[in-house]
Nanobody, 121 residues
């Protein structure tokens, strides 16, 4: 059974750094694009960063220059390095990926469980 497991959230002071990881487990043939979203209390879910199967990246304007998304295909893991964190970055962060299971003929959409990031002094 394929699943995405996130790790690395927590509490950090403004200006600090955190790294989120999203690890895919199970029998996997391929992982296409991986996306990180976040949702703050009372707000809509926001797309933060994406990375394609080939490694091309895109970022929301609000995190550009501060966040870096990367992937390790050998480990089926995608990381989100977050630097210069601000209180407005406080949210639950979710990873999302299109994954084709081993032996499958199509890809399916999977979500991580969500990981709280709190930026406060």
């Amino acid at each position: 059974q394929v699943q995405l497991v996130e790790s690395g959230g927590g509490l950090v002071q403004p200006g600090g750094s955190l790294r989120l990881s999203c690890a895919a487990s199970g029998s996997i043939s391929s992982i296409n694009a991986v996306l990180w979203y976040r949702q703050a209390p009372g707000k809509q879910r926001e797309l933060v960063a994406t990375i394609s199967a080939g490694g091309s990246t895109n970022y929301a304007d609000s995190v550009k220059g501060r966040f870096t998304i990367s992937r390790d295909n050998a480990k089926n893991t995608v990381n989100l390095q977050m630097n210069s964190l601000r209180p407005e970055d406080t949210a639950v962060y979710y990873c999302n990926a299109e994954i084709r299971p081993l032996g499958g003929s199509r890809s399916f959409n999977y979500w991580g469980q969500g990981n709280q990031v709190t930026v406060a002094s």
